[in-house]
């Protein structure tokens, strides 16, 4: 039983002497809460409002008697135990209570000592019952807990095995603030990334966002807490008047804060938070976060590392390209001038011809002429020959 936690017993007597008795010098303050009723009616009332955990209950009473309280008491559902009193000689009513729930009997006058050993021995399966539940409850608390635990496990095995094969960033951007929301329960999730050449932080996407939010996207964001994080390269988690201080939105109750890391340096910062819930997070989920924003960090990296060697590879595809197209051109060009070796072959003859047999019946500007084209015949054959190597 917790320390703090006092057993609840309610007195049922008509006789204010023995109310007082078993008030001041029985119960101990420190030990138990005292209620009193000084008639049936008043006591099924005060049951009705504010069960208690064991009733003193005096048989014989004005009005409603003692064993009809326990009728009353049975149609309510009451399953404490129940310590009856009566005087002597009225042994025969005690066995009626019995029949009718009572777990204990007194006889009036009472002793204290006799009074505060049956009401121990009733509360103590009352005890008994109550760390049985609280077994049970502390039971069941951790086998949720555990249950978090491997689902955040499984969410976390999953991203990191899906961050070394998607390439995609907004794909992995989707796929990371999915699993942000579903180990965190939070409203929403951002992911904001460092632009170097503005040295600002970018609100590049989010999830479930508020429609303020939706329209900063793509936009330049301040917030000093994500500048905080990124400094000191650890998560944070924050609510309350600890958000409030760093003049965040006042609809953000709680929030994470992680640091996307990479080779000892902030890319960016993941964040959940709650605009609709009022509760904060669990101690433990910042650390799941910070696990998750290494991952994101990760897969950025890949993802941007892809995209440029993809980049490289299409611009050397292109290069491929165009000087396969170039050799193709120069190889017709080298055929179309291969093909002239012969007609010129045939033209130098010709002309050589020419030359001896008409050489002294030409005009001399006309074999000077001739003289000239073979020159320049000859000059083009070199050049073909020159082409062929």
């Known amino acids: 039983m917790p320390t703090n936690q006092r057993d609840k017993v309610l007195i049922v007597d008509d006789d204010p002497a023995v109310r007082s008795l078993l008030r001041e010098q029985v119960l101990d303050a420190g030990r138990f809460e005292v209620f009193e009723a000084q008639d049936g009616p008043e006591g099924l009332t005060h049951i009705k409002a504010n069960p208690p955990d064991l009733i003193v209950l005096d048989l014989v ?31 025969a009513m005690a066995i009626d209570a019995f029949r009718l729930g009572a777990t204990d009997y007194l006889t009036k006058p ?22 049985r539940r609280d077994l049970m409850d502390q039971l069941q608390q951790s086998n949720k807990q555990l249950e978090r635990r491997v689902k955040e496990l499984t969410t976390l095995s999953s991203i990191g095995k899906s961050v070394t ?10 796929q990371v603030l999915e ?19 503005s040295n600002q932080l970018i609100l590049r996407t989010g999830k479930n966002l508020t429609l303020v939010m939706q329209e900063r996207l793509g936009e330049a964001i301040s917030d000093d807490i994500a500048t905080l994080v990124m400094a000191s390269g650890q998560p944070l988690a924050a609510m309350g008047d600890n958000l409030r201080r760093f003049h965040v939105s006042t609809d953000l109750q709680a929030a994470i804060y992680a640091p996307l890391m990479l080779k000892g340096k902030a890319i960016g910062v993941m964040t959940v938070g709650n605009h609709r819930k009022r509760r904060g997070f669990d101690e433990n989920l910042s650390q799941v976060m910070g696990i998750l924003a290494d991952y994101a960090a990760i897969g950025i990296a890949n993802a941007r590392l892809f995209n440029t060697i993809e980049q490289r590879a299409r611009s050397t595809e292109r290069a491929y390209e165009e000087l396969k197209t170039r050799d193709m ?35 001399p500007t006309l074999v000077a002429h001739v003289s000239d084209m073979e020159r320049m015949i000859a000059s083009l054959l070199t050049s073909v020959q020159d082409v062929a190597r």
């Open 179 to 197: 699993a942000a929301i579903f180990m965190t329960e939070a409203d929403h999730a951002t992911l904001l990334l460092h632009d170097e050449q």
């Open 165 to 174: 094969t998607v390439f995609d960033l907004q794909q992995l951007f989707t």
């Open 61 to 91: 009473m004005p009005g409603l008697s003692g064993t009809d309280f326990l009728v009353a008491l049975n149609a309510q559902g009451y399953s404490g135990p129940i310590i009856v009193a009566t005087k002597r000689g009225n042994e």
């Open 110 to 131: 009472l002793r204290e000592a006799e009074v505060l050993r049956a009401i121990e021995h009733g509360l103590s399966e009352v005890r008994l019952r109550r760390e």
């Open 329 to 363: 051109r120069r190889e017709r060009l080298l055929n179309n001038v291969l093909s002239l070796r012969q007609p010129l072959l045939t033209l130098q003859d010709d002309l050589k011809r020419l030359s001896g047999v008409s050489a002294a019946t030409m005009p």
